[in-house]
């Protein structure tokens, strides 16, 4: 085990992730990445959900289940719909992260772009059809 790669790597993702959000500030770049993985996670089925967390660092890979429970997909249909459950997983959402839909809309397209290039093709399709047709997803 060697927990300076396990931090180089994640770090390496947050850094990333910052440049697709278009912000410096890591500690918000790292809610907001939190909150949309914890939002997926809880929207799409369970066995869905273990796949996709296997393949992110094993930090990110912590925080993306912790609270994590067996679980029957949220039932979301409407894009505003899902922009507010998304708001909903992150305590700062009303304050510095989400304060509109609009916020929360190109956040989650910003992390998604991250995601599509940096998992599999194949888990990045499944997560994208599991979310819900009427959710904009960048392809």
Not at 78 to 102: C, G, N, Q, V, Y
Request: proline share 4%.
């Amino acid at each position: 085990m060697n927990f300076e790669n396990y931090l180089k790597d994640s770090k390496t993702w947050l850094h990333e992730l910052c440049d697709y959000l278009g912000i410096d500030d890591e500690q918000k770049a790292g809610r907001i990445f939190r909150a949309v993985l914890h939002a997926i996670r809880d929207r799409i089925p369970a066995g869905e959900a273990i796949h996709f967390g296997a393949q992110l660092p094993i930090i990110w890979k912590g925080i993306y289940f912790d609270g994590f429970t067996l679980h029957e997909p949220v039932r979301i249909r409407h894009e505003d719909e899902w922009l507010e459950f998304i708001r909903s997983k992150d305590a700062f959402a009303e304050d510095a992260d989400f304060p509109t839909l609009d916020h929360a809309f190109y956040a989650f397209q910003d992390v998604m772009s991250f995601l599509r290039d940096h998992i599999s093709e194949g888990q990045y399709n499944q997560i994208t059809e599991a979310i819900h047709s009427e959710i904009t997803v960048p392809a």
